[in-house]
Structures are given as C-alpha cells and as structure tokens.
C-alpha cells in the first residue's frame, strides 16, 4: 500500500527553527491535505495540526501547517527540549479510500 | 472531554482471531457525529490504519487487511470492537481506538494496547 514519504530523522538547535516535510500524490495530500500527529516515545499519537492546517484547542502557535501541491509541511519554532518526538502526516487517499500515514521523522532537539 | 480506552488479551496464537474492544467515554457513539476507528503500530514502526465504523454500523477497510477484518459497533454499551483472523506474527502490534473528527482526522486517541502473536 502507498504510503507517504517523510525523512527519518531531523535535527536542530534548541530555539532554532524545524521544518518537516510530507510527500505524497494528488490522490491524497495534493487533495485533502494532510494532517500532523506528534508521538512522544510510550504514548499514543497527539493531534498537532488538522488536514485544513488549523490547530486543535491547546496546541501551541510554535507548531504551524501548510501545504505546497502534493507536500505537505510542519514548521515548529522556538524549538524546546520537549518537542523531541516522533512526528507523523496522515492523509486520506481518494484512490483507495483509505487513510495513510507517513514513515514519520524522529525530531532531535540538540 | 472524549476518552476512549482499549481492552482484550495481550497474546494471541498464530491462526487465531485478534478481539479488541474500544470502550468510549465523554461521548456517544449514537450521537453519528464522528466515525471511529483502529489503527496499528509495530514495534519501532510506523501506524497502519485498519478500518472505521459510522454508529449505523457501516464499515471501511484497509483494502491491504479487508479479507480479514470486522470492525463492528454497540451503541448500547457505547464500545466498537476489531476481529482480525488468521494472525501471524506480523500482526504483532499496539492497537489503538481513535476518534475521527468531522474534518475527518484522529483527533482522539486511546492509549493503545500491545498485542503479541506468538505460541
């Protein structure tokens, strides 16, 4: 099953500035967007950021969406020892009419 | 606030069905607002989404697991549940519940159980 494409691994300064990317077709980011999920090792999936880029009740303004054609991206700023997590996009695929998830990228915070 | 938790045996035999139940709390399932859904996580892996269920009873799949999954709803008891057959050890896993949301995202989730297939 296609699923969609993100980097392993992402690194970056403490208060510096991350940006994660989501790649996947225009049967599913490239048509519904895409939305963000954050995974802290031991704990269910969070919510960060709906398919139409919007942020759940409680969710930082640090974490900030959007959408470019059939890649979808997550900006986080200020970054903080605690953003440290397993970040994952979701989608749902027009084609299969089924929702797909990303590999997901493990965010250091160095 | 919506919680839902997740509840079935944590070791089941290869060939043998996988029952899971997701018991919901802080919302009704009969309300038809969301859908709700099963999702897996291999060890180290990333998440597989398994199927949702509408409170009427109709059901999606992963087309790549169809064959083998029953995702079923009780209204009454404010549960859904996922059988999953046939289990090898690749289906070892943690299981979550989630809530879909109108705009069609996870946006409740479980804790997950852990689920192991081995003899």
């Known amino acids: 099953q296609a699923g969609l494409t993100q980097p392993p691994s992402v690194s970056e300064d403490l208060r510096q500035t991350a940006t994660l990317t989501c790649t996947g077709n225009s049967d599913n980011v490239g048509n519904q967007g895409a939305a963000w999920l954050q995974q802290h090792q031991g704990h269910p999936p969070k919510l960060l950021s709906y398919?139409?880029?919007n942020r759940p009740s409680g969710i930082s303004e640090r974490f900030s969406a959007s959408r470019s054609g059939n890649t979808a991206s997550l900006t986080i700023t200020e970054l903080q020892p605690e953003d440290e997590a397993d970040f994952y996009c979701?989608?749902?695929?027009?084609?299969?009419?089924?929702?797909?998830f990303g590999g997901g990228t493990k965010l250091t915070v160095l | 606030q919506v919680q839902l938790q997740e509840s079935g045996p944590g070791l089941v035999k290869p060939s043998q069905t996988l029952s899971l139940t997701c018991t919901v709390s802080g919302d009704s399932i009969d309300s038809g607002t969301y859908y709700w859904s099963w999702i897996r996580q291999p060890a180290g892996k990333g998440l597989e989404w398994i199927g949702r269920?509408?409170?009427?009873?109709?059901?999606n799949y992963n087309p790549s697991l169809k064959s083998r999954v029953t995702i079923s709803v009780d209204t009454s008891k404010n549960q859904f549940s996922l059988k999953l057959t046939s289990v090898t050890a690749a289906d070892t896993a943690v299981y979550y519940c989630?809530?879909?949301?109108?705009?069609?995202?996870?946006?409740?989730w479980g804790r997950g159980t852990l689920v192991t297939v081995s003899s």
């Open positions: 989630a809530r879909v949301s109108r705009t069609w995202d996870f946006d409740s």
């Open positions: 398919r139409n880029n």
């Open positions: 979701s989608a749902w695929d027009n084609s299969l009419s089924a929702w797909v």
């Open positions: 269920i509408y409170s009427s009873g109709s059901a």
